[in-house]
């Protein structure tokens, strides 16, 4: 069935679609989100042919019915149609490498919501100081900031902006106001992206509309879990 509005197929939380929403979001694509409750819903997809590729969500379904799954592959299809992948082969291939370490820094936001938040914050913390001093690096080698890549935006500042504002409500949520600051503070280069992106209107609506969910601490994140499970049975 084909409707004019691309829809996401996820839980109704963040987990692996958020990036994707984020992307589309930023790429002025206009979607919907379709939050799965039970696993008879789940079956359902499934046993659908074509729909899951890997019996998995996230999964794009395009206005036209085609279906696309895996959540990198919906961020860069998002990143093609929204030209966000800078211009020629060079900058594609630098935003891509941003991309790679953004993924292997978001570990801790993912599991969060299905750890203690003070181990999920630890884990997090580690992260930080793993892989922000390289992205500080990247812009300061980029030398156009507030860009990761290239003179304009591209979707490694969009995506390195949702880490960063995943972090900030992680440590928020966990040890108050201060804690985000404070384990921001050195990585002055990555906020000032962060700062970039949250000011564009098209992420300003996004965050402000329906296609926002809460970070999943505390309650949000038990009724998550509660979801994930209840759905994947
Ligand atoms: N690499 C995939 C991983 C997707 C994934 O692990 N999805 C989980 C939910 S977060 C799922 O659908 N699991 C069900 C299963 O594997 O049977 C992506 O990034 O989209």
């Known amino acids: 069935m084909s409707s004019d509005l691309a829809k996401l197929y996820y839980f109704h939380g963040r987990g692996r ?18 939050c799965l409750s039970t696993s008879a ?6 046993e659908v042919p074509g729909k ?15 279906c696309l799954s895996q959540s990198m592959a919906i961020v860069r299809h998002a990143t093609r149609v929204g030209e966000l992948y800078g211009t020629g082969h060079e900058e594609a291939a630098r935003v891509d490498e941003v991309l790679e370490g ?32 390289c992205f500080e690096a990247l812009i300061e080698r980029n030398a156009s900031p507030p ?9 490694a500042d969009v ?3 949702e880490l960063v504002h995943s972090t900030l409500e992680a440590l928020t949520a966990t040890f108050g106001d201060e804690a985000g600051s404070q384990v921001l ?15 564009l209107p098209e992420i300003t609506q996004f965050m402000n509309g329906p296609n926002w969910f809460a970070f999943p601490a505390g309650q949000v994140g038990k009724d998550y879990v509660r979801n994930v499970q209840t759905v994947l049975n």
């Open 52 to 66: 899951l590729s890997y019996g998995q969500v996230p999964m794009l379904e395009l206005p036209d019915g085609q």
């Open 102 to 133: 953004i993924q292997d820094a978001r570990g801790p936001i993912i599991s969060f919501p299905f750890m203690n938040a003070q181990e999920a914050c630890s884990r997090l913390h580690g992260s930080v100081q793993r892989f922000f001093p």
């Open 185 to 199: 503070g050195p990585f002055p280069k990555c906020r000032a992206v962060h700062a970039h992106v949250l000011a």
């Open 159 to 161: 995506l390195l902006a």
């Open 17 to 34: 679609v958020q990036q994707s929403r984020w992307a589309m979001a930023a790429a002025k694509i206009p979607f919907t989100n379709v």
């Open 147 to 155: 860009y990761a890549v290239g003179t304009a935006l591209t979707i």
């Open 41 to 46: 819903e789940f079956a359902q997809l499934c």
